[in-house]
């Protein structure tokens, strides 16, 4: 008789122990970890989202800066450094002229493509990854 009662206290002590202290330590650790990769995770995301914004800065401003160059290198009187680089040669003007023609050719294009930059960086940002993919 005393070995069923041994026996029976040891599983009741053991069960208690499990039901009272590890499965409550265990809840415990469990919601930590689900707030610490919360936490972790927005983090992760403002991070991306500030080096996203800073390069797009830089981006821009490296934009800027180069169109404002190119403009004043061509429209400095006119274009008359163009043309004075170009010499009194009909044809070397002519050439010159449909060169600058060409420039602002070129600077439209990256305009428009740097508009289809922001509006898809736009887009992304406001969650519209499949309205872009459907565009196409």
Known sequence: MKK??????IKDV?????MLV???VLVVFSVIFLIAGRYIYRARLNSV?????????????ERKSAALSLSHIL??????VIRDAAGNDEQKVKTAEAQIDSIYQLMNIISWISRSIRMTAQLLS???RCAILCQN
């Not at 053991?14 to 499990?18: D, F, N, V």
């Not at 429209?75 to 008359?80: I, Q, S, T, Y």
């Open 14 to 18: 053991a069960s208690s122990y499990l």
């Open 22 to 24: 590890v499965l409550p």
């Open 75 to 80: 429209n400095f009187k006119d274009g008359e």
């Open 4 to 9: 069923f009662v041994k026996k029976g206290l």
């Open 49 to 61: 989202e500030v080096t996203r914004q800073a390069v797009f800065e830089l981006y821009e401003e």
């Open 126 to 128: 406001q969650g519209g």
